[in-house]
């Protein structure tokens, strides 16, 4: 395992994407945004996607000098097209014209179209959060099969659907809740799948719809499960509606390819003023805070927490970045002349 500063990563991801035609100003925001997500904690989402990103460009599917604009827009809603360009780009820009809008109309929905991936979705929903606002983001509805079953179905259906929202904390941190609906991402089966580990049970279905643990069998056809089995198949259910029928074109846009992100944006400042609304956020978090422990913790953790303690670490002590990682990093960015030291 190597230890690589954000710093550096940042220069190294810019510098790749800007040989594979990006505008500076966008390779630095993809850096920025990849970087976090591994600062974070969630290295699924960070550099490890560089070479992905970069087989999308060479086959056409992504766009990198792509700018997303606004195509049609209410007091109270906004539709943005992510031109496919990079999905982050677009969801960056359509979270700041959330924002703008709810600290004028309160509550405000964004929508974004022919959008390729956006990443941790927790980025967006925390960058409104930092701004006074509530927002729930969600991607779903891409029209294809994707790899998750239904709760009862043994067919996939769905895709991972995940869903992020992000509360104002007040004088204490904000909230963040961020997560796919399926019991297990798929990038942690592939990492099962390479260390030749079991699954926990409830996490997948084999290609003839039985429970297995075997991360093989998603691969071999097999689906991943909700989580919370009804319950999270509801929300994965609303996601799918939000993103697929909401958002206009994630289903209907006749190419196959995917679109679909919708935020919701709500002013902390709706009800009440500013002071009043943090005050409350306030008890209620130090209320849940001060819980004690079950047996097994040592502490009640705020969803946004595990996220804040990594990025504090690893701002300290680097980022961990697997040697495989790092050299399909390399072996991307030779490819386009870039030679990393
Ligand atoms: N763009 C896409 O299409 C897509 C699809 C799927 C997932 N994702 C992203 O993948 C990332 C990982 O998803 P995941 O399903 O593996 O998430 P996960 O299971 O790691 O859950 C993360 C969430 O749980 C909270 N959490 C974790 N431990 C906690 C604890 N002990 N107490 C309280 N809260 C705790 C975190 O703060 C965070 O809100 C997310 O950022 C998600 O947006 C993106």
Known sequence: MLTITADRLRAVTSRIFEAAGTPPDLAAQMADVLVESNLVGHDSHGVI??????????RGTLIPSARPEVISETPGSALVDGKYGFGHIAAAFATEVAVRKAKEAKAVVVAIVRCNHIGRLGEWAERA????????????????????APYGGAARALGTNPISIGIPGGTMPDLLVDFA????????????????EPLPPGCILDKDGNPSTNPEDLYAGGMLLPFGGHKGYGLAM???????????????????????????????????????YESSADFTLRRIKAVPPARGFSEVLLPGEPERRSREQRLRNGIPVPEATWEAITAAARGLGVEIA
Do not use: H, W
């Open 129 to 148: 959060a930092a701004r006074d606002v509530i927002a729930i983001v969600v991607v779903g509805g891409s029209g294809g099969p994707g790899l998750a």
């Open 181 to 196: 609906t399926t019991a297990i991402a798929e990038g942690k089966v592939q990492v099962a799948r390479a260390k030749g």
């Open 49 to 58: 996607r560089i070479p992905a990103y970069l087989e999308q460009i060479r």
């Open 238 to 276: 609303v996601v799918e509606m939000l993103g697929g029928a909401l958002a206009p074109g994630a289903i209907y846009n006749g190419d196959g390819r995917r679109g679909g992100a919708v935020i919701i944006a709500v002013d902390a400042t709706t009800f009440c003023t500013l002071a009043d």
